[in-house]
């Protein structure tokens, strides 16, 4: 299974009743729909819609969600399966450009971040002892705003002395 669809609604896999399974979509859409007013996470608010409607679509019905426990889900972790797929990728211990391409769009199709799936590559390519495993699950939150405030200002700082720098540069030339 490409996605797990319970843990899209937010729930523990198993049987569940109709009216359970659309409290969580409402809940869960309800969420959603706020967050695609902030314009920072709009297109990953769209892809989160997207598979909850995919996930409630499923689920809602009680044969339709019994042929999906039935279809093998959670059969193999999908940490596994792109650690299969990345070394079955691998030509004499490296990776090709497009391969790689590939395995990234397979990791978002996962649910994966790009950095977890770079990450996975480096850690089947170089060994786990090197890097810290790779989790799934839900990201942390957002740094909160006197945090990312004091990063825009260090980052106009560097811009700034990169800035001077360059200039002192082409004035001595």
């Known amino acids: 299974m490409a996605h797990d669809y319970f843990a ?21 859409r ?5 967050e695609l007013d902030r314009p920072r996470h709009h297109v990953e608010s769209r892809r989160q819609l997207e598979a ?3 996930a ?14 039935e279809a093998g889900f959670g059969n193999e972790n999908d940490v596994t399966a792109m650690r299969r797929l990345i070394a079955a990728s691998l ?17 978002r199709r996962r649910a994966f971040s790009d950095f977890q799936t770079q990450l996975l590559i480096a850690q ?12 799934t699950g839900t990201p942390r939150p957002a740094a909160d705003k006197d945090s990312r405030a004091w990063a825009r200002f260090a980052a106009v700082g560097v811009l700034a002395l990169a800035l001077f720098l360059a200039l002192v540069r082409w004035l001595a030339t």
């Open 8 to 28: 899209i609604l937010g729930l523990a896999p198993g049987r569940y009743s109709e009216v359970e399974i659309a409290q969580r979509f409402d809940s869960e």
């Open 30 to 34: 309800t969420r959603l729909i706020a």
């Open 52 to 54: 909850l409607h995919l």
């Open 56 to 69: 409630y679509s499923t689920l809602r019905d009680p044969t339709s969600q019994a042929a999906y426990l």
């Open 91 to 107: 030509e004499g211990g490296l990776l090709r450009y497009s391969r790689r391409r590939q395995i990234l769009e397979e990791g």
């Open 124 to 135: 089947v390519q170089f060994g786990d002892d090197q890097f810290a495993p790779v989790t």
